[in-house]
């Protein structure tokens, strides 16, 4: 007898119920240096079936029809794929890849009618909320009516809601006066992140990543934090 597998870290969704709630999809490795799979374990027997590998973050449609999952393409940035699902929800054919996102994607959820699969990426360094077809047929486009976009998403078994979480980070850039190190001033902040500082060989400029205008970019200010300017716009 099997057991259900130990599960990825910081991959969502983890797991998902099959509609028919007698088994769970999830991930699973017997090797640790292997890549995951996607198996479907009987929450009565514990039998592990698998459905295909390499692949993690499954989300069942709702007429238990179609696997959305996520799999590593070139570089090992992610991309949604889906999988037809036959009887007792055995694998027909190959899985088809669905998105090509640069930038990877994250999340996959299905829409209440099953006809579209949302999914999280980032474009010019902003994330956000997509839908597309589960076949294709036309381009992803952005979800407009969702605000700010959170992490570790989840959607109604109707489809008409949408539960996610919110984190929020601020770090700033502090200096400290050594020796001694009991002169703490802050000389770099936002409501965002401002961080990976460093200080220019003349030690006027300081040079720093920030998120204040969307995305991860570059920036320069005067040693104190004056002056701020994002050069990734040149100016």
């Not at 077809?133 to 489809?159: F, L, Q, Y």
Request: glycine letters at 10%.
């Amino acid at each position: 007898q099997s057991r259900i597998p130990p599960q990825p870290v910081a991959t969502f969704p983890l797991l998902c119920w099959t509609p028919d709630g007698k088994s769970i999809i999830t991930g699973h490795t017997s090797d640790p240096n292997a890549r995951l799979a996607l198996v479907l374990v009987s929450v009565e027997t514990l039998e592990v079936r698998l459905l295909t590998r390499p692949g993690c973050c499954p989300a069942i449609a709702p007429d238990g029809r179609r696997l959305a999952f996520l799999r590593a393409s070139s570089g090992r940035i992610p991309n949604v794929y889906v999988l037809s699902l036959g009887p007792d929800y055995r694998p027909e054919g190959e899985p088809r890849q669905l998105t090509r996102e640069p930038s990877g994607a994250t999340d996959p959820m299905w829409t209440g009618d099953g006809r579209e699969v949302l999914y999280i990426s980032s474009r010019e360094g902003v994330r956000t909320l997509w839908r597309v077809p589960w076949d294709g047929s036309r381009p992803a486009s952005p979800v407009e009516s969702v605000g700010a976009i959170g992490v570790n998403w989840a959607i109604s078994a109707g489809g008409d809601r949408l539960a996610y979480s919110e984190r929020q980070r601020d770090a700033d850039i502090w200096r400290v006066d050594l020796p001694g190190g009991k002169q703490v001033e802050r000389i770099a902040s936002s409501s965002t992140l401002d961080w990976n500082p460093e200080i220019s060989p003349d030690g006027r400029r300081l040079l720093f990543l920030s998120e204040r205008l969307g995305g991860q970019r570059v920036w320069v200010s005067g040693s104190d934090g004056a002056k701020p300017m994002d050069i990734a716009k040149g100016g």
